[in-house]
């Protein structure tokens, strides 16, 4: 993570070291821009990291800390933003998360002798919707643009849990969260750009999981499934982000 961060560093001290004329005509080209302007755009988030704690209140501690990693998974969203000023905006973002994958399979033999194995799945669904600020840096005649930017978010999530054809049922949870991002974007139309960002935020909710019923059969085997379930899920990676936008 040191290692991006320095490179956009390095990016930005490359691009603020470029001529005195062409900052002069990009912040000369701001600020006679103005005009508010409007960004709708589409991406794509690789999202590196997700954990799902199936007993994160359980009394023993080294159960309480178990923990299932999903590893890293693709997702994809939505942005609108807002220019307020040359160098300033608001922005808001709306962005599904979902990934679940096999855990372990249930073996045992049926009632006619055959070995069968019922397969677990685990997993978590959510919503995520961020009210943004940025600041940025136009540098280049405009085309090009370096950012920071954060702030709030709110994520309606649940555990996907299940058991064969047996799926539990998890309630919504809503939590609330800040998130901090740096990126860049680049213009390669009047009205069409580039963004290439990566953000730190940690979205983690309580999850509340209940089968129906207290047995599931699967190809001909019976097993019992579990009791309520208490768990946590932390979509506690770094997320990479590139975006298509349309400026008008």
Request: net charge negative; charged share 15%; aromatic share 12%.
């Amino acid at each position: 993570m040191k290692s991006i961060a320095a490179l956009l560093t390095a990016c930005a001290i490359t691009f603020l070291s470029r001529p005195a004329r062409l900052c002069g005509q990009s912040i000369s080209d701001v600020v006679t821009s103005s005009a508010p302007k409007i960004q709708v755009g589409g991406f794509m988030d690789y999202v590196t990291s997700a954990r799902v704690y199936p007993a994160s209140r359980d009394q023993d501690p080294s159960i309480k800390i178990t923990y299932n990693d999903f590893g890293a998974f693709f997702s994809y969203g939505g942005d609108v933003r807002l220019d307020l000023s040359p160098t300033s905006a608001v922005g808001i973002i709306v962005q599904p998360v979902s990934t679940s994958e096999s855990i372990g399979t249930i073996y045992g033999y049926n009632s006619s002798g055959t070995y069968v194995g019922i397969p677990v799945r685990d997993g978590f669904s959510l919503w995520l919707l961020e009210a943004n600020g940025y600041f940025s840096i136009p540098v280049v005649q405009n085309q090009w643009n370096i950012y920071l930017g954060g702030g709030p978010d709110i994520c309606l999530g649940k555990r996907d849990l299940s058991i064969g054809a047996a799926v539990a049922n998890s309630p919504l949870s809503v939590t609330a969260g800040i998130q901090v991002a740096m990126g860049v974007s680049y213009m390669f139309e009047k009205d069409l750009g580039l963004r290439w960002e990566f953000k730190f935020r940690s979205p983690e909710f309580n999850t509340t999981s209940t089968f129906q019923s207290a047995y599931t059969d699967y190809n001909g085997l019976r097993v019992a499934l579990p009791q309520t379930q208490y768990g946590k899920v932390n979509v506690d990676g770094t997320n990479f982000t590139l975006e298509a936008f349309y400026e008008f």
